[in-house]
């Protein structure tokens, strides 16, 4: 297919039709993780994160930035500017469910650019549809919208709309896209100019140079505002000794194998994303084992590695066509983090625990909670006098991972008592 009838089916307004796949793809994918997140949720068994950037921004409607599940302000602990944008939206709706609706449509709706970055590349429409349907079912994309909040969760829609931009040589809204990535995290600043550099010595010179220009003038601001505030960043340290190689062999295998292996179809072009990597393999203390696939941390690596397949699939066409039934057997047989996995169910909502959280939330009062009740604070953080104890908990007691018992679940919908439950999981008494 031709550059020319691209751009007439572009101009005639088809292209919505024929990226109509991904279209309901992305609703789908939408109306299923908002209902389980809100299950977790409910559950109780989200983490502090979600909690700590509610927080945030429920204080930033005052120009503070601090929270009391870090306990300190989380712009001087990750420059995340970009957060400010959420600050109107938790101001009408100031509940742990607003984040989680903006988290899974983030995450889905990458697959719109995604989409059309195929179709601008020159693969038909079924193969454009085919690798931005594979990104929604790889373990990567749903582990991510399953995971705790995180400013990673808007990484691979801005690198999707960025290289879409870059693509078809849109100055200034490739800037734009940049600049909003460069407000995610700081280490987004390396990688804005990373490819920059190629970005100006493969495509087009001008905007590489103005991409690599903003990377820096990123940096310094940051580097400069941390040092006026005397902060550092929290950020790992990094060694050359790799724990687990075979981990993160298979952590690897786990990203590619969605897309089945297009990537590897790039060749040399692969280097690109070896800083991309090395932030996961030489990564201290934290260790990402290949359960963490989904994490936030891994969010460039799953947009780079779905835009490689786009690319891949130009010169393997039949690639395309099984990468949806390749990423359902990853996500169905092989690894999946979340909850759609056969044998799983959504955990069971002791109603009374949340009820409680809720009451906690609305009180406006002051309380610190325990780490074991990480899952309240999850819920009740919009209660800017709320404070997580930053000490560890010898109390606190790790739950089963999932639920499998599917009657306790259905149960839970009738409204009967819950068993025994250890964060929604039924366990013995």
């Not at 983030?106 to 931005?132: F, H, Q, R, S, Y």
């Not at 919208?145 to 490739?174: C, H, M």
Request: net charge positive; aromatic share 10%; with cysteine.
């Amino acid at each position: 297919m031709g550059r020319d009838e691209r751009l007439r089916g572009i101009a005639s307004g088809r292209l919505p039709w024929l990226l109509g796949s991904t279209y309901i793809a992305v609703a789908i994918f939408a109306v299923v993780y908002i209902a389980l997140d809100l299950n977790k949720l409910y559950a109780l068994r989200y983490g502090a994160d979600l909690g700590t950037h509610l927080q945030t921004l429920v204080n930033l409607r005052h120009g503070s930035s601090w929270n009391y599940g870090e306990w300190r302000p989380h712009l001087l602990v990750h420059d995340s500017w970009l957060l400010v944008a959420l600050v109107p939206l938790v101001a009408v709706f100031p509940s742990a469910e607003t984040l989680i609706v903006v988290q899974v449509v983030a995450v889905a709706a990458a697959a719109i650019p995604l989409a059309m970055l195929g179709w601008e590349l020159g693969l038909a429409p079924l193969a454009a549809n085919a690798v931005a349907i594979a990104y929604l079912l790889t373990p990567s994309a749903q582990g991510l919208s399953y995971d705790n909040f995180s400013e990673n969760v808007f990484v691979p829609l801005l690198v999707a709309l960025g290289a879409l931009a870059v693509r078809r040589r849109k100055f200034w809204p490739a800037l734009i896209f940049a600049q909003l990535l460069l407000g995610v995290k700081e280490d987004q600043m390396l990688f804005v100019a990373w490819f920059g550099i190629a970005c100006a010595v493969w495509w087009d010179r001008r905007t590489g140079a103005a991409l690599v220009a903003l990377a820096v003038c990123n940096g310094v601001g940051f580097w400069i505002v941390e040092r006026a505030a005397g902060a550092a960043p929290n950020v790992p340290h990094y060694g050359l000794s790799v724990a687990d190689p075979s981990g993160k062999l298979t952590m690897v295998l786990l990203l590619l194998a969605p897309f089945a292996f297009a990537p590897l179809a790039v060749r040399w072009w692969l280097l690109l994303g070896i800083p991309l990597l090395a932030e996961i393999v030489f990564m201290r203390p934290w260790n990402y084992e290949p359960s963490r696939v989904g994490s936030h941390y891994t969010a460039s690596l799953l947009v780079a590695a779905a835009i490689a397949a786009l690319f891949g699939s130009r010169s393997y066409p039949s690639l395309a066509r099984v990468m949806p039934v390749a990423a359902l057997i990853v996500m169905v047989f092989i690894f999946n983090d979340t909850v759609v996995r056969p044998g799983r169910w959504p955990y069971v909502v002791d109603w009374n625990a949340y009820a409680r959280a809720v009451r906690i939330r609305e009180s406006g009062r002051p309380l610190e909670l325990q780490r074991r009740d990480e899952g309240t604070w999850a819920v009740a953080a919009a209660n800017s006098n709320l404070r997580l104890d930053p000490r560890p908990d010898p109390l606190s007691r790790p739950c089963p991972a999932y639920n499998t018992d599917a009657a306790a679940f259905f149960q839970g919908l009738a409204g009967r008592a819950a068993p025994a439950l250890c964060g929604g999981v039924p366990v013995g008494r």
